[in-house]
């Protein structure tokens, strides 16, 4: 045989270093594919200025399915390179390329900015390597100036969520500018590192779903400067998911064919990521198709993977006993096993054989051993092997465990492999779970319709009363009652689907079915407590308040150390003006939820304002202060108590404190100044009116309060001009502010 179509690998060399060295003889064609693609961007490097003149996408794309060993490889290319030049008398390009650590965007905060981490990443590694040190001070300027320039354009064009029209276009001219920016900081990088290309390394970017188009739309934009090659690693089926979802979600075009949609798609990643700059990564699989003779060594004689694996097809695994050259189901199975396993990483597949060489064929002597060895050993074996009872089997397990995205998963290999309508009716119910569980209820809605459509005599109410669920949570309460409505057709006893529909009537302000629908629900389960607080909420809002308490009490009697049913009836009470009822009230929330800032704010507001008893008031509020880690509007509370109590310098004290903490706090400036003017020190009242003018200039009050004061102050000098002239103002003001309000 030809000895260029021979592999042999030996699983006794499971170490790092051996493992790494084999998978490497694995993608020469890879590496020699690299190699040109590299000299080809240095020899092809413009050098100009703006960058408008010299866009270009030179993104190299290292292509792999999971566990291909696409990191591996990443990690290798500048030892491949070094390795492969080393005493070369032909040009050697690689001297003229720097290579900065991978960058794995699945590490990305929630508000961090893929292009913020890749500047970070090469100002670091100047630092790190003191190629700052030896700059000139000119030097110095001009670089720290170009980082500064992208600095403060990634700031405009990142950070500004809520925008105006005029805005959109400013941070369009922004994000042009950072890119002429971007540019100029790795030109002037490649200047201070003496080389010709920057190469980044970004790997798995595919995986990173939330950050992922963003890390996309940063290659395309800023990325493109012909200083830099950014190598990327991932599986081009994954990257298509991500930009497909992400333009489904921003073309609000519903008779976009979902064909032309994906040609889009297809389209954005040809531009970043061109064709002849892709790099498929060879699995052991792809190179037995190309009719490579794949030996594994360690055993009495080297063995090929159909000397290691034949006994299977003597083992009752995938069904019946057949030969697995058939194309029955079980031959086709075994074959897909086969594909599966030889296009799992090297390394995991040498491990594995070296560990399980002495078993009886290596375990796999089942699915279920199959399994565990997946998850001992990283391994994919099972894909498109499973039966639809096993991945149903799995699906709910998971389901059960909160597992939903894994769970999600199997029941969607479990739909393609669902023939039969109520094999389907299953699935899509479970996938309408999973979604009202991560509160994706569009999804949700979609696929228990889905399930429905599959048995047209549905008898399950379960599916409607989920589905008007979904409805009701996304406000779509008009089709929750029909769905809630069929449920209750189906089961009259589906008290969980009479208490929705009387929420669904309540968000339509349809009071009286709201109030038949939680009645009946209440009849049904008479220990369910929300249906009473939902009846008293109904009846609260309609002023009938002693009905309301008399549901408030039933919902008291299912759970008495409900704390927040204790407040409600003390708000009616308070309403009613009963107080000693609603103090009562007050204190046993409190008593049932001591740790909780609110009630003692509740119980503070009613000591204030109804009762007038500032000094309980004051102490309720201190409470509740200490609880609530410092809130400055409670210690506002605070001082406005000591006001009333006539306490004036502790008033000060107290607002002195919040803008200690807050210099700019709202209507703490305007309470110094009312103290100061009780105590009749006008110049310092003035001052903090003033202030507060300056901080709340839209709080009518303040004009009102300052006015009065000059009022004063022209009694005693009415011939004061200058007095006059600023109640006049004041007066305009106070007159436009009142207008205002009442147009």
């Given amino acids: 045989m030809d000895e260029n179509k ?25 590496y ?49 390179l070094k390795k492969y030049y080393k005493g070369a008398k032909k040009e050697n390009f690689y001297k003229k390329l720097y290579f900065f650590r991978p960058i794995d965007p699945t ?95 970004i790997d798995d970017v595919d995986m990173a779903f939330e950050k992922g188009f963003e890390v996309l739309e940063v290659i395309r934009k800023y990325l493109s400067t012909p200083y830099v090659t950014p190598i990327v690693t991932g599986n081009i089926e994954l990257y298509e998911t991500i930009v497909n979802d992400n333009f489904s979600k921003k073309i609000n075009d519903k008779n976009l064919e979902k064909e032309m949609l994906e040609r889009i798609s297809i389209d954005y990643l040809i531009k970043i990521f061109p064709t002849n700059k892709r ?65 799992n990483q090297l390394r995991r597949l040498v491990q594995f054989f070296h560990a399980k060489k002495n078993e009886k064929l290596f375990g796999l002597e089942s699915i279920s051993q199959m399994k565990m060895i997946e998850k001992d050993f990283f391994l994919d074996l099972l894909t498109e092997v499973e039966s639809f009872e096993t991945l149903i089997k799995d699906g709910e397990s998971l389901l059960i465990n909160e597992n939903y995205k894994q769970a999600k998963l199997f029941f969607l290999k479990a739909l393609r492999k669902a023939i039969k309508d109520e094999q389907k009716e299953k699935v899509y119910n479970y996938l309408g779970n999973i979604a009202k569980a991560l509160n994706e209820y569009k999804d949700a809605i979609k696929a228990y319709k889905k399930s429905i459509e599959y048995n047209f005599d549905y008898s399950n109410d379960d599916v409607y009363t989920n589905l008007g669920y979904s409805y009701l949570a996304d406000k779509e309460n008009r089709k929750a009652i029909e769905a809630y409505s069929q449920a209750v057709d189906i089961n009259p006893n589906n008290d969980i689907a009479y208490y929705f529909l009387g929420r669904s009537h309540f968000n339509l302000k349809e009071y009286d079915k709201a109030i038949k629908a939680y009645t009946t629900s209440s009849e049904l389960n008479p220990q369910d407590e929300y249906v009473y607080k939902e009846l008293a909420s109904i009846y609260t809002y309609r002023q009938e308040y002693q009905k309301a308490i008399e549901y408030y009490e039933k919902a008291l009697e299912i759970n008495s150390q409900d704390a927040s049913i204790h407040t409600k009836i003390a708000n009616i009470y308070k309403i009613k003006k009963d107080y000693i009822e609603a103090e009562n009230y007050y204190k046993q929330a409190i008593e049932l939820d001591s740790e909780n800032p609110s009630k003692y704010y509740d119980l503070g507001e009613f000591y204030y304002v109804n009762l007038e008893k500032y000094d309980e008031a004051k102490k309720a509020y201190e409470q509740a202060y200490i609880l609530s880690s410092n809130d400055l509007s409670i210690l506002r509370k605070i001082g406005n108590s000591y006001y009333m109590m006539q306490e004036y310098d502790n008033a000060i004290n107290v607002y002195n404190q919040i803008l200690e903490i807050d210099p700019k706090y709202p209507i703490i400036n305007h309470n110094l100044g009312h103290t100061y003017n009780v105590l009749e020190n006008y110049t310092l009242a003035i001052k903090y009116f003033l202030r507060e003018i300056e901080i709340s200039p839209a709080y009518e009050n303040t004009y009102i309060a300052l006015k009065n004061i000059y009022l004063k102050q022209l009694e005693l000098n009415p011939e004061n001009q200058e007095l006059k002239e600023k109640i006049e103002e004041l007066e305009k003001k106070i007159k436009e502010m009142s207008k205002d309000v009442t147009e």
Wanted: hydrophobic share 35%; glycine share 4%.
């Fill in 6 to 30: 021979k592999i042999v690998l030996n699983i006794e060399n499971i170490d790092t270093k051996e493992i790494t060295e084999q998978e490497q003889l694995l993608q020469e064609d890879a």
């Fill in 32 to 80: 020699r594919d690299l190699r040109a693609l590299l000299k080809e961007d240095v020899k092809n490097r413009p050098d100009k200025e703006d960058i408008i003149e010299q866009r270009t996408h030179n993104t190299i794309f290292i292509n792999g399915k999971r566990g291909s060993g696409k990191t591996q490889f990443l990690l290798s290319i500048e030892k491949h």
């Fill in 107 to 201: 590490l990305l905060h929630k508000n961090e900015s893929f292009l913020t981490i890749v500047i970070a990443k090469v100002l670091n590694n100047l630092e790190m390597h003191g190629k700052l040190t030896n700059l000139t001070t000119k030097q110095k300027k001009k670089f720290y100036k170009n980082l500064n320039n992208v600095a403060e354009a990634i700031d405009g064009v990142f950070n500004n969520k809520d925008k105006t029209a005029l805005e959109v276009i400013a941070q369009d001219q922004t994000s042009l500018k950072l890119e002429q920016y971007t540019h100029a900081f790795f030109k002037n990088v490649a200047g201070i590192l003496k080389k010709k290309k920057l190469i980044l390394l």
């Fill in 279 to 343: 790099i498929k990564l060879k699995s052991l699989y792809t190179l037995k198709q190309e009719k490579y003779e794949i030996y594994f060594k360690g055993y009495k004689k080297n063995l090929t993977i159909e000397d290691l694996l034949k006994k299977i097809c003597n083992k009752n695994i995938f069904g019946q006993e057949m030969s697995c050259n058939s194309e029955s189901e079980r031959g086709l199975q075994y074959k897909k096993f086969q594909k599966n396993l030889l296009e």
